[in-house]
Structure formats: structure tokens, C-alpha cells
């Protein structure tokens, strides 16, 4: 006969799921965020919504201590929203298709409110179930030597009200409120969150910042792989909603002391197979490599899956046998195989056999091919030569930049044709190697033909700015710009720019 094992799961497993899952508070809204993009994908699937329909309103309102995750995905089901928001550790998502996967993200915010509520509809139904925490009592049922008897369970029941209410039958979403946020962490900051969710949440990129974007879509889909991207709205009140974007920048800074204006030369791209099969699809960007890039936002190889940051900037340094050459590149390796998992916390992948021989791959590849490339820059910054085509790459790719996101100011489109002029002149006069003469007369003629792109172009930042702030105010900003171009280097234009059209719209 067989003996009936009893088991009984004690209380702090609950607080193990929450506070103790998670390292940095900001992680709940990864953890929102990805079931949210995971509902959206179903919805359209399903043909509830269209893919252009999809939507995600993250609302930030430090004033009231409140935070909101909405989506228009598929919603649950009344007769199914109880067992499966309250299953913990049971999620019916499989890890092959779906960014979360283990049920228990969701209950992540529970460490940093008083009041944890989902609200949801499914499409069809004209119910809405609304299923909420009392996280200040779950705090205190978790006391060390207090409530002694309470098992898991007997706490859930405790904290938990599940109510129905009526919501129109058209009606579809997910809706994640925190009440009573805590103000010890960053939660509350809507710009630390921008910044946070830009860098881990699968949005688009900024095609303003970053004008390579079209071009790494383009490769990654003639692989047969699409970068999935959703509008994720963030603002600390549904009237300053804006659209976050990834960081990547093509202009930035490099070395933390200097301060070096660094610019894209061109994008290397690059697959990873592991036993005859593709583990993942990855691009990085060569620039001068002058250094450790200085925004922390865009430095590091970033390793994704289903879009969704694995880890952090710093998660790819064991690929490279000096850790720090890690923060002179920017670049993201897409996985693409269900032999990777990511692990509960999603700082890393499950360490299985598949897992070590992707890192050995990744070492043996791009993780040579960076550093090499950085060791011979280093090498080259004494060579006359070849210091001279690296600089006339460099203001040929600066050019190219403005050309595509317009230029500040007519001073500032006048100052460039003035340098690309000086450029072809230092390199008809200069003696260069013989190995590089070929380059050279590449470089020229690539001068001539840039030069006349820039004078014939009338691509103006100001006329991209929107019409709201009136033709007034778009006069005194190109007069403003033609002063700043002066004396101020493009990032700084830019910045002072950005700020006075924000104060006229009434941002600031």
C-alpha cells in the first residue's frame, strides 16, 4: 500500500514570488509588459484586433502614487479570469511562443503598493472581472513569527476580493493597477521608467535617432526572422502619452572623460548556429571606436528574445575576453531558438548544453571580430595614413547622417559642405600608403558626390517640427538654430531645441 504524501506550501513562498524574485523594482514593468505584447499577439492571431491596432498605455502618475498597464488584447474570459490570475506558477503559456511564460510576473508588483487590481473583458463578453490584492495585509501576514499557522493559501484568501461588473460587449483589454506606490525606488519617475522600458520592452526604434533601423529590418526579414515591435505609450496622464523608442543613437558620445563625439560607420551583421541550426540573428555598429560609449542607454551587445531584453548592458561582457570592450559597441543578438529559455528572473537563459556552446559561438565570433577591430583602431591612431581615411570616413558618414535627419541650420549646412571641402583637399595633398591609395580615391569621389547631395538637400529639422507651435515660433527656432550653430556642437543644438519646442508645447 502506498503511502499518501502530504504537502503543504508555507506562506513565504509567496514572498519568495515577489520581492525576492526581483533585484530592481523597475522589472515589474517588464514583467506587465510582456504579457500584455503576448495578449496582443493573440488578439491578432485570433483577428480581434489589427496588428496597427494594438496598443499599450502605461500611465505614471506620481502626484496620486498610481500606476497603470493597459492593453487591447484579447482579455480573459469571466468564467476564466479567477483561476487563472490567481494560479501561481501555472501558466498555461509555453515557453516556444510566448515572452511570459511561468505566472508569476504578474504578481511582482505586489511588493511596491498597498493595492495590486487587474481588471480585464474578454472580446464578446459584456462582463468585466476585477481581481484585487491587499498587499499592506499581505505584508503584514508575512511578519516573521506572526500568523505562524497561515499556509499559502489561507493568505491568498485573505488578501483577495473578486468582483463582475457590467462593461460594454466591445470592450476588450488588460488592466494592471498599482495604488499607494511606494516612493523609495524609481517607480514614480516617468523619465527613469522611459528609459528603463526604451531599453527592454519590444518597441520600435527611433528612426529620428537612429536612421540604421530600416536597413537591420530589412536583413533580419530576408533571414525569414521579423523583429517584433508594439506601440508602447507611456505619460503620467493619458493627455501626455508619447510613443517610447529604443535608444540606439547613429550619433553619441565615447570616452567617459573626453567626452569624443563618435558617429555609425556601417552595420556588420551576423547569425549564430550552433549545431547546423540558427540559435539567433544579431547586428553591431562600427564607429571610431574611441572609447567606452558614454550613454549607458545604448553601450553593450543586448541579447533579446521575442524582443524582450534578457539580462541587462552588461549580460554579454563574457563573450568578450576584456569585459570593458563590451561598452564600446552597441549592437542585439535576436534568439530565435526554444533551446534557449530564459530563466524566472529573465536576467539569463537556463544554464543548459545548448546555452554554453550559443556563449562559445558568440566568443569565437562577434566577440573576436569587436575586439579585434578595436585593438587595430588603437593600433592605427599614430598612423598617419590611416588616421587621415579615418577621419574623412568619418565627416563623409557624419554628412550622410544629416543628410537623412536634416540639418540644424543653414550655418550648420554651410559649415558642413566647408568641411567635406577641406577633407578632400588634406586628402589630395596628403602622401598616403600605397595600400590605401585605392581607398583614397574611393573617399573622394564619395566627397563629390555627398557635396552636391548636401547643397541641392533643403531637409531642415525645423520643418519637421510640428505645426502646433506656429509659423511665428518655427521663424524665431531657425533664426535660434543659425546663432547656436555657431558656436555649439550638433548634440547641444539639438538638446536646447528639443527643450524650447517641449516648453511651447506645453511639456515643460
Known amino acids: 500500500m502506498e503511502e499518501t504524501i502530504n504537502v503543504e506550501i508555507g506562506k513565504y513562498t509567496l514572498e519568495s514570488l515577489t520581492t525576492g524574485m526581483y533585484s530592481e523594482p523597475k522589472i515589474v514593468y517588464r514583467e506587465y509588459i510582456q504579457n500584455s505584447v503576448d495578449s496582443l499577439e493573440e488578439a491578432v492571431a485570433l483577428g480581434v484586433i489589427e496588428e496597427q491596432g494594438m496598443r499599450v498605455d502605461i500611465i505614471v502618475d506620481a502626484e496620486n502614487s498610481i500606476i497603470s498597464v493597459r492593453d487591447n488584447g484579447l482579455g480573459i474570459p469571466v468564467g476564466k479570469a479567477p483561476s487563472k490570475l490567481l494560479n501561481i506558477g501555472n501558466s498555461s503559456k509555453t515557453s516556444s511562443n510566448n515572452r511570459g511564460f511561468r505566472g508569476i510576473g504578474r504578481l511582482g508588483g505586489m511588493s511596491y503598493c498597498n493595492v495590486l487590481r487587474f481588471v480585464t473583458s474578454a472580446a464578446g463578453e459584456d462582463k468585466k472581472t476585477i ?47 498599482l495604488e499607494e506606490v511606494s516612493d523609495f525606488s524609481d517607480l514614480l519617475n516617468v523619465d527613469k521608467v522611459r528609459e528603463y522600458i526604451s531599453q527592454v520592452a519590444p518597441v520600435p526604434y527611433s528612426k529620428k535617432n537612429f536612421y540604421y533601423s530600416t536597413v537591420v529590418h530589412r536583413h533580419v526579414e530576408e533571414k525569414g526572422y521579423t523583429i517584433e515591435e508594439f506601440p508602447l505609450f507611456l505619460g503620467s496622464d493619458y493627455r501626455s502619452l508619447e510613443p517610447v523608442c529604443k535608444p540606439n543613437r547613429h550619433r553619441f558620445h565615447a570616452d567617459r572623460n573626453k567626452r569624443k563625439e563618435d558617429v555609425i560607420n556601417r552595420i556588420h551583421y551576423f547569425d549564430v548556429i550552433v549545431d547546423e541550426e540558427c540559435f539567433a540573428y544579431g547586428w553591431y555598429a562600427e564607429s571610431g571606436w574611441l572609447g567606452t560609449i558614454s550613454e549607458s542607454m545604448i553601450s553593450g551587445m543586448r541579447i533579446r528574445k521575442g524582443n524582450i531584453l534578457i539580462g541587462d548592458s552588461r549580460t554579454m561582457n563574457l563573450i568578450f575576453k576584456e569585459s570593458r570592450f563590451n561598452g564600446w559597441v552597441q549592437g542585439e543578438i535576436f534568439v530565435v531558438t526554444d533551446k534557449l529559455i530564459p530563466n524566472a528572473r529573465r536576467d539569463d537563459f537556463e544554464q543548459n548544453e545548448a546555452y554554453f556552446k550559443f556563449i562559445e559561438k558568440l566568443r569565437e565570433g562577434i566577440g573576436s571580430d569587436i575586439s579585434r577591430q578595436i585593438r587595430e583602431a588603437s593600433g592605427k591612431r599614430n598612423d598617419v595614413s590611416a588616421k587621415m581615411i ?116 506645453g511639456k515643460k
Open 131 to 177: 481581481v484585487q490584492f491587499d498587499c499592506k495585509r499581505l505584508r503584514e501576514l508575512l511578519i516573521p513569527g506572526e500568523y505562524e499557522q497561515y499556509r499559502l493559501n489561507t493568505v491568498l484568501e485573505e488578501i483577495t476580493t473578486i468582483s463582475v461588473e457590467n462593461e460594454k460587449k466591445n470592450q476588450h483589454y488588460f488592466l494592471v493597477e
Open 390 to 505: 579615418r577621419e574623412v570616413e568619418r565627416t563623409i558618414t557624419e554628412a550622410e547622417c544629416d543628410l537623412k535627419e536634416g540639418f540644424n541650420s543653414a550655418v550648420d549646412k554651410k559649415k558642413l559642405i566647408e568641411q567635406l571641402g577641406q577633407s578632400a583637399d588634406k586628402l589630395e595633398s596628403t602622401k598616403i600608403r600605397d595600400d590605401l591609395v585605392e581607398k583614397k580615391e574611393e573617399l573622394i569621389e564619395r566627397i563629390h558626390v555627398t557635396t552636391e547631395q548636401v547643397s541641392a538637400s533643403s531637409n531642415y529639422k525645423i520643418n519637421k517640427i510640428r505645426s502646433s507651435v506656429g509659423r511665428k515660433n518655427k521663424r524665431i527656432l531657425a533664426i535660434i538654430s543659425d546663432i547656436l550653430s555657431t558656436k555649439l556642437s550638433k548634440f547641444l543644438v539639438d538638446e536646447i531645441i528639443e527643450e524650447i519646442v517641449e516648453a511651447l508645447n
